[in-house]
C-alpha cells in the first residue's frame, strides 16, 4: 500500500495518487510510441542536450517556486489588513454586573 488514508474517495472519483500514476503511465507510453515512430526524424533534436534538459527543469521549478512565494505574500498581506479593519478594540461588557473591564 503507497498510503493508508482514512478518507475514502467518492464513489465515481479517483483519488489524487491514482491520478499521478495514471498520467506517468501514458506519459511513459508516449514517449515510448514517439521515439518508434520518429525515430529517423530525430535530428531535430541533436541540439537538445541532457544539460539543456537539466537547465529547463531547474528554471521551470524556480518560477514555479517564485509564483507561489508571491502568491502566499500577498494572502498573508491580504488577511493582515482584513485582520487590522477588524480588530477595532472592543470594550468587554458582563450584563450580569453592568461593569465593564479595565483592559
Known amino acids: 500500500m503507497l498510503t493508508l488514508s482514512k478518507?475514502?474517495?467518492k464513489r465515481g472519483s479517483t483519488c489524487q495518487t491514482c491520478m499521478v500514476v495514471r498520467v506517468?503511465?501514458?506519459?511513459?507510453?508516449?514517449?515510448a510510441a514517439f521515439t518508434i515512430v520518429?525515430?529517423?526524424?530525430?535530428n531535430i533534436l541533436a541540439s537538445v542536450t541532457p544539460?539543456?534538459?537539466a537547465l529547463a527543469i531547474i528554471a521551470i521549478g524556480i518560477t514555479g517556486f517564485l509564483?507561489?512565494?508571491l502568491l502566499w505574500r500577498l494572502e498573508q498581506a491580504a488577511?493582515?489588513?482584513?485582520?487590522?479593519?477588524?480588530?477595532?478594540p472592543q470594550e468587554?461588557?458582563?450584563?450580569?454586573?453592568?461593569?465593564?473591564?479595565s483592559r
Open 7 to 9: 478518507q475514502t474517495p
Open 24 to 31: 506517468f503511465v501514458i506519459a511513459a507510453i508516449l514517449v
Open 38 to 42: 520518429a525515430d529517423d526524424k530525430m
Open 51 to 53: 544539460i539543456h534538459a
Open 67 to 69: 509564483v507561489k512565494l
Open 79 to 88: 488577511n493582515i489588513s482584513s485582520c487590522h479593519e477588524q480588530a477595532e
Open 92 to 101: 468587554a461588557y458582563s450584563e450580569e454586573t453592568d461593569q465593564t473591564s
